[in-house]
């Protein structure tokens, strides 16, 4: 058992125990001090379900909430809490980390072939960053909450709120350092890990997708740093920023916060995007139609993310020609997640398409966020968002493209690379039904939220007249089997780890450099660097090669 | 050869990988400096151009002989961090703990002048939020005070989170120079000193942009 070889195969029967980066070392030291990429990613990946747990019980309190037209379960006060809470939880400490902190940080060195990131001290580093963060923001929560809403608009979070915005805003601010090390290490190492003959344009998209959104987020981040830092300023010193009793101007708070704060929707939903070319090109066993443009729609996405901030400021008080250019420009968004829902769409054609799970979850992204696009076009449409601004249409249409598609690619890409990350196979019975049971929970809660904002239903507030009451009811229901939904795979992802059957290398016959190692992979990934001499999602021209071999 | 590969870390195939990597990691990190800086110079433009007279009357108020001494300052400290730099690519130990132990010194000595220029303030009653009170005279342009509080709240906000990248400056440099002292750097392995030297580079240019911006306003 101590000596274990380490160039050993996998899955012959009757061999000494590989190697690989689970079984190194033990203790809960080997863990807290590692600075193997995948471990990190593991690590994420535990504190961030911690976090998306808090925020949805925080979500399920305020759909209890919203049974009923009066005001019963909470208080106004505390209803604003929740919102607040429920926003700073899932976007701060899920959404942005997500797949980049826990996919990224495991497959991205696999891809392309390296033994690791190109800083993994500053890789480990990020992750307590992210923790001591999560620790500020959690010692805020727990302290009586916060009430602003996840946006902070001064000058109500700077002079007027009454709740914990300082402690919140300390946690977010150290949070963003972390979210800037990971873009900046996944940068540094795309551009120089790459392993012999794999040019850019060998590289799976994941990886682009990923570049891209590394480039938001140490462009974007930084900008909601200095922005906090004089929220923080103005609130503890009094300097005179934001706030108009002190000469200030709350608009400039707005354009601060959403120069970072648009781009990362961006951040949120790029990588989902990644791992959906992936899963997509995988499951119809075809090349993905289009891949520069692909490619390159996701670097387009990053840098038009960056000139549609403004949008959100139509009925702020920004100027009507200021708000053209931004309509406009948001507009140009749709091109580029326009090309690539058509890319996916023309490789799923003619394909041998097979509907595992993260299949249906991938399925699922494309028609979820193709809703959640096209609704974003009447939020971009000047007229059209005098109506709908702050209606519970907005509450859906970033809840489609949020929970619909950034938390669809993470499940996608959850049962993606289960087996790769843990070496076990989970019941792939459950995970359909779960798949489905998500699609209609989720369903049903936010459509039903878009039919409410048309009607007029403002959003962030607790009563609401009793017309609207069928409506939330629907919601709220939805929710219940939207909440069953994501704990079924909890269990039976868990329920695997000790009984599900091994895995093997490859058990979707995969293509990418990730699947040609073991299952979980050693330490150092590969045994010898690989040499690339094809390129990405070569599935047709060499059908389906270790089944022949075995055969 | 054996201390080659000491400081080759595992993750690299060879040492020019590991520079080139260690050398980019610098400059994406100063990218997000540069975009964080941008939020403050944006909000000083947008008060600027609102308040053009109060900016003025502001500046007036700052001794601009101070800041042009301390920009003397910072332009020698960056060019001892060049020489260190280069004594560093050569080898040369000894010269290497000198010009860093001198960046050091004249980075305090950058920092001296500041908290003597803030005190200045404070006994002027010109600090927002904690002793503010409006001038009884004006220099030039008889403003509204609560618009000379906003110019006074981006001195502090910028100079502060200048001279606390300063600070972060000359702690890095304390640590270079004891690696520098235990011979961890040499001709072949210097990576550290070039991307601290990138650093220190960039909160001096950070300067230079500060300096006519706060205290050359409408000085003729």
Not at chain 1, 22 to 32: A, E, I, Q, T
Not at chain 1, 312 to 339: C, D, E, K, N, R
Not at chain 1, 538 to 543: D, G, Q
Request: aromatic share 16%; with cysteine.
């Amino acid at each position: 058992m101590d000596a274990t070889p380490i160039n050993a195969h996998s899955g012959t029967p009757g061999e000494p125990i590989r190697a690989n980066y689970l079984n190194v070392n033990y203790g809960l030291k080997s863990w807290l001090l590692t600075t193997d990429h995948k471990r990190i990613g593991i690590l994420y990946l535990i504190s961030i379900t911690i976090f998306f747990a808090l925020g949805g019980i925080f979500a399920a309190l305020i759909r209890l909430e919203l049974m009923t037209p009066e005001g019963d379960v909470v208080s106004s006060e505390m209803y604003n809490k929740l919102f607040t809470m429920h926003g700073v939880a899932m976007i701060f400490f899920f959404l942005i980390p997500s797949i980049p902190a826990v996919f990224g940080n495991f497959l991205i060195p696999m891809m392309i072939g390296a033994r690791d990131v190109a800083f993994p001290r500053l890789n480990l580093m990020s992750w307590y960053i992210y923790s001591i963060g999560g620790v500020f923001t959690f010692a805020a929560m727990a302290l009586g909450g916060v009430d602003t809403g996840w946006t902070f608009y001064a000058p109500y979070s700077s002079t007027y709120s009454n709740s914990n915005v300082a402690l919140t805003a300390v946690g977010i601010f150290i949070l963003g350092f972390s979210s800037i090390l990971t873009g900046l290490n996944f940068i540094v190492t795309i551009h120089k890990m790459r392993a012999p003959g794999l040019t850019w344009f060998r590289l799976p998209l994941f990886v682009w997708a990923h570049y891209a959104t590394s480039l938001i987020q140490i462009l974007g981040t930084p900008v909601v740093a200095i922005s906090i830092v004089l929220v923080a300023l103005e609130r503890l010193l009094k300097l005179g920023i934001f706030d108009p009793k002190l000469g200030g101007d709350p608009l400039l708070f707005q354009h601060l916060f959403w120069f970072y704060s648009h781009p990362a929707v961006y951040i949120m939903i790029l990588p989902s995007m990644g791992v959906v070319s992936e899963v997509i090109a995988c499951f119809s066993r075809k090349r993905v139609f289009g891949y520069p443009f692909i490619a390159f729609s996701s670097l387009a996405i990053a840098v038009l993310g960056f000139l549609v901030w403004g949008h959100h400021m139509f009925t702020s008080g920004q100027s009507v020609y200021a708000g053209m250019i931004f309509s406009v420009l948001t507009m140009l968004v749709a091109i580029p997640s326009a090309v690539k829902v058509f890319n996916w769409t023309a490789t799923l054609y003619k394909g041998s398409v097979s509907y595992q799970a993260p299949m249906l979850y991938a399925l699922g992204f494309i028609g979820l966020f193709t809703i959640g696009g096209l609704t974003g076009l009447f939020l971009a449409t000047l007229a059209t968002d005098v109506h709908l601004h702050d209606t519970y249409f907005v509450v859906a249409h970033f809840h489609y493209i949020m929970v619909g598609g950034a938390i669809m690619g993470y499940m996608a890409a959850m049962h993606f690379w289960w087996p790769k990350m843990t070496g076990r196979l989970y019941p792939e019975g459950w995970a359909k039904f779960a798949a489905l049971v998500i699609f209609v929970g989720f369903n049903l809660t936010f459509f039903p939220q878009f039919v409410l904002g048309y009607l007029g239903m403002p959003r962030r507030y607790h009563v609401y007249p009793p017309e609207f009451q069928v409506l939330n009811v629907m919601s709220t229901a939805g929710a219940s089997i939207l909440a069953v939904g994501y704990i079924i795979p909890l269990i039976y992802l868990l329920w695997s780890l000790k009984y599900g059957p091994a895995a093997g290398a490859n058990p979707w016959q995969a293509k990418g450099l990730e699947w040609t190692t073991p299952s979980p992979p050693p330490p150092h990934n590969f045994e010898r660097t690989p040499v690339v001499t094809e390129e990405a999602y070569a599935y047709e021209s060499k059908p389906y090669p270790e089944e022949a071999e075995v055969v | 050869m054996s201390e080659t590969h000491s400081v080759l870390a595992h993750q690299f195939d060879d040492l020019e990988q590991q520079f080139e990597a260690s050398t980019l990691g610098m400059w994406a990190f100063l990218i997000t400096e540069v975009l964080f800086f941008g939020g403050l110079f944006t909000g000083y433009a947008v008060y600027r151009s609102q308040y053009p007279l109060a900016f003025a009357e502001g500046s007036l108020h700052l001794d601009y002989r101070i800041g042009a001494i301390n920009t003397a300052v910072l332009i020698c400290s960056s060019l001892t961090m060049a020489l260190a730099v280069r004594s560093a690519q050569l080898g040369r130990r000894r010269s290497l703990i000198g010009f860093l132990l001198l960046t050091m010194l004249l980075g305090s000595v950058f920092l001296g002048i500041k908290v003597f220029e803030y005190s200045h303030k404070y006994h002027e009653h010109l600090i927002p939020g904690i002793n503010f009170v409006p001038p009884h005279e004006f220099i030039r342009y008889h403003v509204d005070p609560q618009q000379l509080y906003v110019f006074l709240s981006f001195y502090f906000a910028m100079t502060g989170m200048h001279a606390l990248h300063m600070i972060i400056g000359v702690s890095v440099l304390a640590v270079l120079v004891v690696l520098a002292w235990r011979g961890r750097f040499s001709s072949e392995y210097y990576n550290p000193v070039e991307v601290a030297g990138l650093y220190w580079h960039f909160v001096d240019i950070v300067w230079i942009f500060l300096f006519p911006l706060l205290y050359l306003i409408s000085r003729s």
